[in-house]
């Protein structure tokens, strides 16, 4: 089993910036991919980006250029910038994901961190 905890959810100001993390713990292996996904309610849930246990990185095409991801083994950060009400949502770390697309194909969740961007 793995389990996945994000932190760093917080209240931000239309224009700022956050990061938020999750770390894996638990029998996770080696070389696996990390995810970033978010949902709002009534939505499907959105692909934002994985970073695989080689490093290989992709980002949804939406967001390119707004959010980074960062790897560091078992700890996968997500930065992004000059945010807008519209990225309000839980954000929720994914990994050891299959058929990568993207959207990544993951078999472990976190519970999700909220976001919430005000105007």
């Known amino acids: 089993q793995v389990q996945l905890v994000e932190s760093g959810g917080r209240l931000v100001q239309s224009g700022g910036a956050l990061n938020i993390s999750c770390v894996a713990s638990?029998?996770?292996?080696?070389?696996?991919?990390m995810a970033w996904f978010r949902q709002t309610p009534g939505a499907e849930r959105e692909f934002i980006a994985y970073?695989?246990?080689?490093?290989v990185i992709s980002y949804a095409d939406s967001l390119k250029g707004r959010v980074t991801i960062s790897r560091d083994n078992a700890k996968v950060v997500l930065t992004m910038n000059n945010m807008v009400p519209e990225d309000t949502a839980v954000y929720y770390c994914a990994s050891h994901c299959d058929n990568l697309g993207p959207p990544p194909d993951c078999y472990y969740w976190g519970r999700g961190t909220q976001v919430t961007v005000s105007s």
């Open positions: 638990g029998d996770t292996g080696d070389h696996y991919t």
């Open positions: 970073s695989t246990g080689r490093r």
